[in-house]
């Protein structure tokens, strides 16, 4: 993650945190044009304190830098026991029509990434993108 564009609400009662409309900026970087680009994500979350079980979900917008397009898509995610399992279909849009990429996220190694990376600003999260690209027939 490059950066937190807006942090949303944040709330919590005795037994959920919840947050509502946060707004993040990440810069994908794998080794397809398709997907190496910029990527602003809204997320909301009701998350189980005690126990780390909860829903997650929101929307994004990817440009990926290689096109004018970009992709779209209404996500949503699972936790158990803190641990997220994110995955799921950006729809390409303008230059991008018809392209789908099927994505499976997996937490990285922040050590590993060139400092570079969000164009000189600080990075605080990384995740691997393993991706399945449908181009147009």
């Known amino acids: ?4 564009l ?3 609400v944040y709330t919590e009662d005795d037994r959920y945190a919840h947050l509502r ?3 993040m ?6 080794d397809s044009p398709y997907t190496t680009g910029w990527e602003t994500l809204v997320m909301n979350y009701d998350l189980k304190i005690k126990s780390g079980f909860g829903t997650s979900w929101g929307s994004l917008v990817m440009e990926p830098d290689a096109f004018t397009g970009s992709y779209t898509e209404d996500w949503t995610a699972t936790a158990k026991r803190f641990v997220w399992d994110i995955s799921g279909t950006y729809i390409g849009n303008g230059d991008l029509e018809g392209v789908s990429v099927t994505y499976a996220l ?11 990376t969000c164009d000189g600003g600080p990075i605080t999260d990384v995740q691997n993108i393993s991706d399945y690209i449908v181009l147009p027939e």
């Open 6 to 8: 807006d942090p949303g």
């Open 25 to 30: 900026l990440y810069r994908n970087v794998t």
């Open 1 to 4: 993650m490059c950066g937190m």
């Open 106 to 116: 997996t937490p990285g190694d922040i050590t590993t990434v060139p400092a570079n």
């Open 21 to 23: 409309d946060a707004v």
